[in-house]
């Protein structure tokens, strides 16, 4: 039997298991801390400097590392070394700066203050015009010290590039690791987990609400695939899908309203549509063969799935309330995992190419021009980053399963990869905090 469904797809490294599933209202950190190495070298890249901090290796987490690495992660800054004898009250010799080849300039101090919060101040300066861009100051709390690290790069990456930053936004992911499968939320550099879900049966297909305050996936935990929705916050949850046959694939509408899942409750593997609390079930497809993958448009106007109806799967759109489809990937005979970039721009997606070669392609939806951003064979689960400018997925390296991230351009890659677990179906968070 043919099947690409995102439950049974063969690819997946999710296998059925026993035992019972736990929803951590109280969220803990994760055991295992995640290793982020880049590599590329991006076409037009910022040159930047940023200083070690004053006085954060008295500090739980090194912030100018954090923010050095956000930035790099970008693709579009080049780090410049900076002595460590610089501060946020340093006055730069703003030539010897141009002589190094830097563009702009960070500094600043992290302290303790006696009730036990961080008090971190920065500058960040254009050496080029020899004037000061931020002056910034904050206090918080210990626990929210690698936050801050976050909004400090999304602060300098804005300013530097007129484009609102994407550090401290957050992720999705599930881990396997000693027959446990974990749903975990992150850092979208993939620290600072939390587990919002535990289970030995598997947990696919998470998917973000707009707002970031919850969190739609398929959980196999009473023997079959529901779709469960669950608040990040206090790990509350409902049942939405839970219909005879299989209940998959689930995708929150831009404004959030509704929610797109594949169910075969009528026989066949159909896109239904229905509110966000399971009501108003609508289905939305009819055609012959396997309809599967909803994603919606940036302005919730029209759905992309996966079908098979030609033959072979390929991604076709509908309009939002069903109806005639029409076909849009022509490359290939095997096309799936369709990914709306926020700004409408364009679809990432799996195509196979030869035998067993599962690469990320990236289509410009107006030209429909295709790029090909990766060269390994086993990848899976393109999201976007809330700015459109990057895209993490799921691959394999070294017989690991782990998380990549790309720029648009394919130059610029960096492997988040966890000790002693293999982790999969990422997806990327809005602007949410």
């Not at 995102?6 to 951590?24: E, N, S, T, W």
């Not at 027959?179 to 587990?195: C, I, P, Q």
């Not at 896109?271 to 309809?291: C, E, K, S, V």
């Not at 759109?317 to 721009?345: C, H, K, Q, W």
Request: glycine share 10%; net charge neutral; charged share 25%.
């Amino acid at each position: 039997m043919r099947r690409f469904d995102k439950l049974m797809d063969r690819r997946l490294f999710l296998q059925r298991g026993l035992g019972g599933c736990a929803v951590l209202a109280t969220a803990f950190p994760a055991a295992a801390q995640f290793r982020v190495e880049i590599s590329g070298i991006g076409a037009a890249q910022v040159p930047v400097a940023i200083a070690r901090f004053r006085d954060e290796d008295k500090a739980l987490h090194p912030v100018s590392q954090i923010v050095r690495a956000d930035l790099e992660r970008s693709g579009l800054f080049k780090l410049v070394s900076a002595p460590d004898n610089l501060d946020e009250n340093a006055r730069p010799v703003f030539a010897e700066w141009r002589s190094r080849n830097a563009d702009a300039l960070a500094a600043g101090t992290v302290t303790r203050l006696a009730d036990g919060r961080y008090d971190l101040r920065y500058r960040l300066w254009d050496v080029v015009k020899g004037t000061e861009l931020i002056a910034q100051s904050l206090a918080v709390p210990k626990d929210d010290l690698r936050l801050a690290a976050h909004r400090i790069a999304d602060d300098i990456y804005q300013k530097l590039t007129g484009e609102r930053g994407i550090f401290s936004t957050r992720i999705a992911y599930v881990s396997k690791g000693a027959g446990r499968y974990t749903l975990f939320v992150a850092d979208a550099d993939g620290e600072g987990s939390r587990s919002a879900l535990g289970s030995a049966q598997p947990i696919i297909s998470p998917a973000w609400s707009p707002e970031g305050n919850e969190l739609a996936y398929v959980s196999f935990e009473t023997g079959k695939p529901v779709v469960y929705v669950q608040d990040v916050l206090n790990g509350r949850r409902r049942a939405v899908a839970e219909f005879r046959g299989s209940n998959s694939a689930p995708a929150f509408s831009p404004d959030g309203s509704q929610l797109a899942v594949t169910l075969t409750k009528d026989g066949n593997s159909e896109i239904y549509a229905m509110g966000r609390q399971g009501d108003n079930l609508r289905r939305l497809t009819t055609a012959p063969g396997i309809d599967t993958e909803a994603a919606w448009s940036s302005d919730g106007r029209s759905i992309y799935f996966v079908s098979d109806r030609g033959g072979g799967p390929q991604v076709y759109r509908m309009g939002a309330s069903g109806g005639n489809a029409e076909r849009v990937t022509f490359s290939g005979n095997y096309n799936i995992s369709p990914a709306l970039s926020p700004d409408g721009r364009y679809m990432a997606y799996i195509s196979r190419n030869g035998g067993n070669q599962f690469r990320l392609q990236l289509m410009d939806l107006n030209s429909g021009t295709v790029t090909a951003l990766t060269d390994t064979n086993d990848d899976e689960s393109p999201s976007f980053a809330p700015n459109s400018r990057l895209i993490i997925y799921a691959s394999r390296a070294g017989g690991r399963d782990l998380l990549m991230t790309t720029t648009l351009d394919g130059l610029i890659k960096a492997r988040l990869s966890p000790p002693q677990a293999d982790v999969r179906e990422p997806v990327w968070g809005p602007y949410s905090r």
